[in-house]
């Protein structure tokens, strides 16, 4: 029995797939989308449910908020045998195409975080396993969904991106926020970085796509900032992505 996540072998069926997401609040919704949907456990910030797809068992669990919960997900679901998850979530764009209601396909994270220093230096890049990637670009196009792939800013303080003028530190803030998005960054989130560097370092596949809530630049902008907050889109790629995955793995019974 992992301790924070209350899950032992015999309660995921052998599962190697896993759905993830932040809110505990999203999991029964995500579970819907799969066959036969069961409650497994609940403890902290880590509720989890088991369902099937193309007849194999695929896990959906929340992680909670930030890196330090995300990467014990990661690390007591590989104690148990899941080899590929993918998160979903939700972003705030960063740059002015990245409109609410877009699907933000992460192909890396810049590691403006603490979690992932611990696990490698710096300079080691926080990079989605290509082939989970290509998966969910896919799934996007079949279903006709505006989307983007590529870097998002993964960070520890929500509070220092959305009021940076109150933090001592604003300036620092504020310059690699510019930095972030003259280099490209299309969003930013709270949980890659982890789930990148905590899956390279134990060899498992990992990827995420997220939902652009809203988007403050276009804001900034004066442009039109819609909000958007109905994540079933990037849930049914996600779903969508773990089928391919299945049969891409030749893992059909």
């Known amino acids: 029995m992992q301790y924070h996540i209350q899950l032992d072998q015999a309660m995921l ?30 403890n902290r910030e880590y509720t989890s449910y088991l369902g099937y797809l193309a007849q194999q068992p695929v896990l959906v669990m929340s992680h909670g908020i930030g890196g330090p919960s995300t990467a014990i997900a990661v690390e007591e679901l ?76 993964c960070k520890d303080s929500f509070y220092g991106q959305h009021s940076p003028q109150r933090m001592p530190v604003q300036g620092e803030l504020l310059a690699r926020w510019e930095a972030w998005i003259k280099g490209g960054a299309l969003a930013s989130e709270m949980e890659t970085a982890a789930l990148f560097v905590v899956s390279s370092v134990l060899r498992i596949r990992a990827g995420a796509v997220m939902l652009c809530i809203w988007n403050q630049e276009r804001d900034r902008a004066g442009l039109p900032h819609e909000e958007c907050h109905d994540t079933q889109g990037v849930i049914d790629l996600a779903i969508d992505a773990v089928k391919h995955m299945i049969i891409q793995d030749g893992m059909i019974r």
């Open 78 to 153: 590989a104690q148990l045998g899941v080899t590929t998850m993918i998160r979903v979530g939700t972003s705030g764009g960063m740059q002015q195409q990245v409109r609410a209601g877009d699907a933000v396909i992460v192909q890396a994270a810049i590691r403006q975080d603490g979690t992932s220093r611990e696990y490698l230096p710096i300079e080691y890049p926080a990079v989605a396993d290509f082939s989970v990637t290509a998966a969910l670009k896919q799934a996007a196009i079949d279903r006709g969904m505006p989307h983007h792939v590529g870097v998002v800013q």
């Open 13 to 42: 069926e052998g599962a190697k797939y896993a759905i993830l997401a932040g809110d505990p609040g999203r999991i029964e919704t995500i579970a819907q989308g799969l066959d036969c949907p069961k409650f497994l456990a609940r």
